[in-house]
């Protein structure tokens, strides 16, 4: 749930990218970062393991103006793709306002992304939250692989595998070119305040 402060007359929202490992959640938030560099207050903190993936979160505060009068902060966060680090994916849920479920469009992926969603959804529970009631958007990530030797899954697949039922927006993306990079942000921007206007006076 988003952070009101009344007296502050502050809102703070989270965001979190998840998804499989190396799918792609933290080269979405690197280019963010490069590319609003001006209007982001604080530096990208990043945790490495020792294999150079993503073990805690990435956390990106950046300001997006005013909704009735409420000053707005988004942070931003990613989970460890890795299973084994579960219990970290749950806790940087905690508190989570809107969801970017970032997919591998490789064919080796297909199964990796359909355990991960099922994982989202039970971690989203842990809090009871109901992940069809959530602000989702899915990313079809390293769709530049499609010009290359690498089987990758179409997006009618993808839309079959992971938003069938969810129905909710999609955009094929290249984290590493920046391709629909800014408008999966801005999509899941907008339907989560949107989400959370009611809960302003």
Request: glycine share 6%; net charge positive; hydrophobic share 40%.
């Amino acid at each position: 749930m988003a952070l009101i402060n009344v007296k502050t007359k502050e809102v703070q929202i989270k965001i979190v990218y998840y998804g499989p490992g190396r799918g792609g959640k933290t080269t979405n938030l690197e280019y963010i970062n490069r590319i609003y560099r001006e209007q982001i207050k604080t530096e990208m903190v990043s945790l490495k393991t020792q294999d150079d993936r993503t073990l805690f979160f990435d956390f990106l505060p950046f300001d997006v103006g005013q909704i009735k009068g409420f000053d707005v902060a988004i942070q931003l966060y990613t989970v460890p793709g890795q299973v084994k680090y579960n219990a970290t994916r749950r806790l940087v849920l905690r508190g989570v306002d809107g969801i970017v479920f970032v997919a591998d469009v490789q064919q080796s992926q297909r199964k990796k992304n359909i355990e991960s969603l099922n994982q989202l959804y039970e971690n989203l529970e842990t809090y009871k939250l109901d992940l069809f009631n959530i602000p989702l958007v899915m990313q079809y990530n390293k769709i530049d692989l499609k010009k290359s030797d690498i089987p990758t899954l179409s997006s009618q697949m993808l839309q079959k595998d992971l938003n069938s039922l969810l129905k909710v927006p999609a955009f094929e993306a290249s984290a590493l070119n920046g391709g629909n990079v800014i408008p999966t942000l801005k999509k899941i921007i907008s339907i989560t305040l949107a989400s959370i206007q009611e809960h302003l006076f």
